[in-house]
């Protein structure tokens, strides 16, 4: 699997990991080490390969009690989905509707009233102000971009 952890003791043996399933699935370490470009894990609960297959394309994640603190201007995915976007003049331009994390740089999806999405390089550039609190962040968008 490819690890998007900041910390690498999240594959530590004994560790809890939860699928992001509906419900969520709790699996637990019992090996892992570096793999390609990657980590391979063995979990307690998955004992063959029909198990293995069934979590690919599932994304594992923590309880969000167990993440680190934040520094100022950091904002994990899911507290930005569901903002509304809106431009310096008030203007909405829709909802954050997912983030898709680049190697070099971070998208905000943008789901305008139309459907269609947009995505948003997350530069300071362009996401000027974010307000989970007030539920929403504003843009100053380049031309085009909408």
Known sequence: MRSLTDNPDRFSVGE???TDETPPRSLTVVASGPHSDGVLVTFDEVSDRTGAAELCGVTLTIDPADRRALGEDEY???????LAVIDRGGNRLGRV???????????LVVTTGD????????VTA???EIHPSLGHLVVDPPEGLF
């Open 76 to 82: 994990w995915p899911d507290a930005l989905e569901g």
């Open 115 to 122: 459907g269609t999405a947009v995505e948003v390089p997350f």
């Open 16 to 18: 809890v990991l939860l």
């Open 126 to 128: 362009i996401v000027a």
């Open 97 to 107: 509707s997912g983030v898709v994390l680049g190697a070099a740089q971070d998208r």
